[in-house]
């Protein structure tokens, strides 16, 4: 299966961010980089708020957010209703964020995983389904507040 995948973050995530977007196109995905376009210090609210949006409108089937700690990219993505914005370090923590949450945007700490683990995470997040069941009925209530 191929996606469109937006991909994002700051200066933190730039080295990161670089080596996902060749992984995703040589898995065959379509890719919308929102940036930022090199390791210059920027705010993370202002290349996620665009991703975001565009996940809502559906421009992209998933997001893979990268900053330093995942926390900022992970805060402000989830601020928008339709947006399942998962912190994970670990593939298994991928796998399961998908699922049992149905998560729609993968968040990466790049100042705490290995870039190994960051494209398996990637891999991992874009290969599993959610399960469904007795999960559905939790995701319904995420956003019921
Ligand atoms: O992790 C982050 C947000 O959650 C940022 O990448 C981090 O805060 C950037 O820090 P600095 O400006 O010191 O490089």
């Not at 080295?15 to 929102?34: M, N, P, R, S």
Request: charged share 25%.
């Amino acid at each position: 299966m191929s996606y469109n995948i937006a991909i994002g973050g700051d200066h933190a995530g730039y080295t990161y961010k670089k080596a996902l977007i060749k992984l995703l196109i040589d898995l065959g995905h379509e890719v919308q980089d929102f940036g930022p376009g090199s390791e210059e210090s920027v705010d993370y609210p202002d290349h996620v708020h665009p991703l975001a949006k565009a996940v809502v409108k559906k421009e992209a089937d998933f997001g893979v957010l990268i900053c330093g700690s995942g926390n900022g990219v992970a805060m402000t993505a989830n601020k928008y209703p339709q947006i399942r914005a998962a912190l994970c370090w670990l593939p298994e923590l991928a796998k399961l964020s998908r699922e049992h949450n149905d998560a729609n945007v993968l968040c990466i700490p790049a100042r705490f995983v290995s870039e190994k683990d960051a494209e398996e995470m990637v891999k991992v997040f874009l290969t599993t389904e959610f399960e469904g069941g007795r999960h559905q009925k939790r995701v319904n209530k995420i956003a019921d507040c």
